[in-house]
């Protein structure tokens, strides 16, 4: 019996990209900001041993009163952040060379999308600023950021990295040196059980990553529970 083989040429030239089994590619390179991006990323699934904690919180109250203010919720859930942030110091923090670096200043990087480009500006001081204001400056940043004239010390600088994705949740890689990362899902309506009772309400799920050479998972939960009490409390962060 014979056989018979059939050849695929693995790449051939042809106008307008390459053509293979796959057939026609077209090859674009990245850009600075996404080749950037991206070796920190590797880097940061290379070299660090994280965990991630995900709760699921109620934002009802917190979602109605944005739309009372005009806030958007992801700067009560920055601003959440930064508080908690400051009252747990060790998560606002970086590892280098075997050390733990606890900062005096809470400045939150808070995730930027403008098509496939990914930026993360930074809100410096968060904690000492209402969520009306955090909302001012990311939305300025952000339009900077897809202007292209975001400067550098714009996107340095921050202790710790709010990442929001339009998916129920998200586990967000940390960006080095940091020790923590939040992901921050879409605010939907969803069944969940309050007070003993299933009720429909608008919830988001927080997942935060967070570093083992710095944080145990205790602390991480402790930070993600706080966040999700301030978040219960919407009147102290829309001041």
């Known amino acids: 019996m014979s056989e018979q083989a059939t050849d695929i040429p693995e790449q051939d030239a042809a106008p307008g990209g390459a053509v293979t089994a796959k057939g026609s590619s077209t090859t674009s390179e990245l850009s ?22 995900e709760l699921e919180v109620d934002v009802e109250d ?19 952040a930064a508080l908690a942030l400051r009252e747990q110091p060790d998560a606002n923090a970086s590892h280098r060379d075997g050390a733990v670096q606890v900062h005096g200043r809470v400045n939150i990087a808070v995730s930027a999308a403008n098509g496939a480009e ?16 955090i909302g001012s400056r990311r939305a300025a940043l952000a339009a900077r950021a897809a202007e292209g004239t975001i400067t ?3 996107l340095g600088g921050a202790t710790f990295t709010v990442c929001e994705a339009s998916a129920r949740a998200l586990a967000p890689p940390i960006v ?24 429909v309400r608008r919830t988001v799920v927080l997942t935060l990553v967070c570093d083992h050479r710095v944080l ?12 999700a009490s301030l978040l219960g409390q919407p009147g102290s962060l829309l001041p």
Not at 66 to 72: I, N, P
Not at 176 to 187: C, E
Not at 190 to 197: L, W, Y
């Open 32 to 53: 600075r900001a996404r080749q950037g991006l991206s070796r920190r990323m590797a880097e940061s699934r290379a070299t660090i041993p994280d965990f991630s904690l």
């Open 62 to 80: 917190a979602a109605a009163r944005c739309a009372e203010r005009g806030v958007e919720p992801l700067d009560v859930i920055v601003r959440a």
């Open 118 to 133: 990914l930026s993360f500006p930074t809100i410096f001081d968060a904690d000492a600023v209402g969520a009306a204001e």
């Open 152 to 154: 550098p010390p714009e």
């Open 176 to 199: 080095p040196p940091q020790a923590a990362i939040l992901g921050v899902g879409s605010v939907e309506s969803r069944p969940f059980v309050q007070d003993g009772s299933l009720a």
């Open 216 to 227: 145990v998972p205790a602390q991480g939960a402790a930070l993600l529970e706080r966040i």
